[in-house]
């Protein structure tokens, strides 16, 4: 039976959850504070991207030490009286024998003000009249739909699963499952789902069904299982063509888009070419393709798309002069992996070039340019102006940590940068 | 005193306010007397103060309200010519109520939009034309189409002299007390070649290194601002390890954010610098310059620089022969 990892590995006990330390700490004393006096906020509002816990823990804690878990989430309908319903039973007595109860209101971010009308009027009603803890998640704090929450709620923040504690607890995982998978594959994995361990888990288990062994080539070639073959067949033609037609035929051939398949050519050419003037020759040639592929693009002039076909087929095809024949296995596009695997750096950078963009009067392209070598130097070295430009530009914690490069240069401009707005 | 940075804080607010470009600042000088001016287009290098000219003709046309009848728009950031025409319509097709004569549009590096992009622009330029005046700002005239070039007065901006360079990092230093050595400043203005911003932004880094900004501190701000990565690519190009040298210029270019015409400009001076036959040299610098011209055509940075590498790898191996 195919059981999800996601049910199969979940946490039981707040112990096995991974990451966020501090933040399930926080949950677990507000939840035991209640056993002595109900404290100033009654509820807690967990929040954090995706994937980082927030339910799990709210579920292993009830399981742990005994808790009703009444759960109302985004699949259901949350109109004001259906909320208050279900909440109803926060309000009533607490029975002396009966099971102690949480209430979990999840991703509360999720609530479409259309259609579920009077939701957040109920919410805050519940939570001002609850015998029991009320928790809610979301992903987004901020988000001004739940302003008014936020305010009879203790905040609590998950924040992205680090790299590292992601590695530990998957290769258990692994481990448990009997599954041979390199850690590097793992990598690409968590790089790839930008630490959300529910999209991980999913993958890896997508990943590895049918088979006890997973490398990072076959990571990398997930996507593309179907058209190996096709395509390995194709590429071995581009690179041992004599005669033109042959090589072009490619084009027409091989099911994917020809923007991919230079992508294809490109990453792989200098691998099968490996005599230095081939080499060069075929390189000169596919950035020709590229000036013509440009033109196509800007200009829209199709006309100059078959000169893109002959320089990457042909052109390539008979570079081939000097390199003796051998086999040589293809290889992915490592830029278009590279690309996904630096999603997430390159959404900060742009951030960060937007917010610096609207200050100084140039393109968030070119902010990255023109301002953050410089920044970065003064985020490593000089704390004060560091904190006071972080104001300046508004950079949040995240932009921070991106432009000072280590943690502990983070924490320190960020304790002046609460000095200095409080 | 809060925390900004200089460039921004010290540009400037007026015309009379602009050191160099003197013949530009009198022609828009001008154009403040009369309260009439065309369409125009700026061009030249970065930190040329195409944006601040602009910034202080708007200020000395309007007076400190000037922001109501202003409006500065990023051809690189607004996605495609739709939005560019929708946010242009809606700014330029309101007459002004202030009492101004015409609204100004800044439309900043013009030279990213594509052809189509520009052929839109010059109607929306010419419906709007009574309403709304256009200034584009651009690095590459030639790369603006003709027919806008010919609605447009033409001002070429040109880096600027040392001397200028010096009075204004000296003006900046005394209200910001960094302490600077002689060969510091001197440093700086040599790097900068004439881009104000870089030297701006080149003596705040230093400055950031908390003693007086010397010769050293310059370099170190360099040479932090120009990774060493260059170099180690460039090496594993000459020694034959191609698959390494372009996996350090991908990560330069997509992990780190660098622009490719910059690690051009740095191969450029490396490859000088070097010990090889000068016949070697200049045909290398011929390819590198093909490259360069490439990418200011739009190619694609790691495609065309990589195969630069390859061809590097070859001269040298010659040379080497």
């Known amino acids: 039976m195919h059981v999800p990892w996601t049910t199969k590995h979940r946490p039981k006990r707040l112990s096995e959850i991974v990451g966020n330390q501090d933040a399930v700490n926080t949950l677990l004393n507000w939840v035991k504070s209640w056993d002595k006096k109900v404290p100033g906020k009654k509820a807690l509002l967990l929040h954090g991207p995706p994937g980082t816990g927030k339910t799990i823990s709210v579920e292993a804690l009830g399981n742990e030490y005994g808790y009703d878990l009444i759960e109302i989430n985004a699949s259901d309908s949350r109109t004001g009286d259906a909320i208050r319903r279900i909440a109803g039973m926060a309000t009533g007595q607490a029975m002396l024998f009966g099971k102690k109860r949480i209430v979990l209101l999840d991703e509360i971010d999720g609530i479409n003000l259309r259609e579920d009308i009077g939701a957040i009027d109920a919410i805050v009603e519940t939570i001002e009249k609850t015998n029991y803890p009320v928790i809610l998640t979301a992903n987004n704090a901020r988000d001004p739909r739940i302003r008014s929450l936020r305010d009879v709620c203790k905040l609590v923040e998950y924040k992205r699963l680090d790299a590292r504690s992601a590695l530990e607890y998957l290769k258990r995982i692994a481990a448990k499952e009997g599954i041979q998978i390199d850690e590097k594959a793992i990598e690409f994995i968590i790089e790839r789902d930008e630490g959300d361990m529910r999209s991980i888990l999913n993958d890896l288990q997508a990943l590895t069904s049918g088979r006890k062994k997973v490398t990072y080539d076959d990571v990398t070639w997930l996507a593309w299982k179907d058209r190996k073959e096709d395509l390995e067949e194709a590429l071995k033609t581009i690179f041992s063509a004599k005669n033109c037609l042959y090589a072009k035929k490619v084009v027409d051939i091989v099911d994917i888009d020809y923007e991919m398949l230079f992508e294809w050519i490109y990453e792989n050419a ?82 960060v070039g937007a917010k610096i963009g609207r200050r100084c009067h140039v393109s968030s392209i070119s902010a990255v ?29 995240e932009d921070i940590a991106y432009l000072a490069g280590d943690e502990s240069s983070t924490r320190k401009i960020e304790r002046i940068y609460m000095r200095l707005t409080s | 005193m809060a925390v900004a940075m200089w460039a921004e804080k010290y540009r400037p607010s007026t015309l009379n306010e602009i050191k160099n470009q003197t013949e530009i600042v009198s022609r828009l000088r001008k154009f403040v007397e009369t309260k009439a001016m065309p369409h125009c287009l700026f061009a030249g290098p ?276």
């Open chain 2, 46 to 321: 970065p930190g040329t103060g195409k944006t601040t000219a602009a910034l202080c003709l708007a200020h000395d046309l309007f007076g400190e309200r000037y922001m109501d009848v202003f409006m500065e728009l990023n051809a690189s950031d607004a996605r495609g010519i739709d939005v560019v025409r929708t946010t242009v319509k809606e700014f330029a097709r309101i007459a002004t109520i202030s009492g101004a004569p015409f609204k100004i549009l800044v439309l900043d590096e013009a030279d990213n939009m594509t052809d189509d992009a520009q052929h839109a622009l010059r109607r929306t330029m010419e419906r709007y034309t009574e309403t709304c005046r256009f200034i584009l700002c651009c690095n590459y005239s030639g790369k603006i189409i003709e027919p806008i070039q010919s609605r447009c007065a033409v001002f070429r901006f040109t880096p600027l002299s040392e001397d200028d360079v010096e009075e204004y990092l000296r003006l900046i230093a005394k209200k910001e007390n960094v302490k600077f050595t002689e060969d510091g400043i001197k440093a700086v203005i040599e790097v900068a070649e004439g881009d104000l911003r870089k030297a701006i932004n080149t003596l705040q880094a230093a400055a950031s290194l908390k003693k007086a900004v010397n010769q050293d501190s310059v370099y170190v701000v360099v040479g932090r601002a120009r990774p060493k990565d260059v170099r180690e690519m460039l090496e594993l190009a000459f020694n034959g390890d191609f698959l390494r040298a372009r996996e350090k210029l991908r990560l330069m270019l997509i992990e780190y954010g660098l622009s490719g015409t910059d690690i051009v400009k740095q191969i450029h001076s490396e490859i000088f610098r070097m010990t090889i036959p000068e016949k070697n040299k200049i045909t290398l610098a011929e390819a590198i310059g093909e490259a360069d011209y490439r990418l200011v055509e739009g190619a694609d940075e790691e495609v065309q620089l990589s195969a630069l590498l390859a061809r590097l790898a070859i001269v040298a191996e010659r040379a080497n022969q």
């Open chain 1, 270 to 351: 200098p691998r099968q070419l490996t005599d230095p003037v081939d080499r060069s020759n075929a390189m000169e040639y596919l950035a020709k393709a590229d000036i013509y592929l440009r033109i196509v693009k800007r200009e829209n002039i199709w006309k100059f798309r078959k000169y893109v076909f002959d320089m990457m087929t042909a052109g390539v095809a008979l570079s081939r002069e000097r390199t003796e024949p051998s086999y040589v296995p293809m290889r992915f596009p490592e830029r278009i992996l590279l690309m996904s695997r630096t999603r997430m750096v390159r959404g900060i950078r742009a951030r």
């Open chain 1, 369 to 397: 340019r023109y301002y953050l070598p410089y920044l970065r130097i003064i985020f490593e070295n000089d704390y004060e102006t560091a904190a006071g430009l972080s104001r300046y530009f508004g950079f949040d914690e």
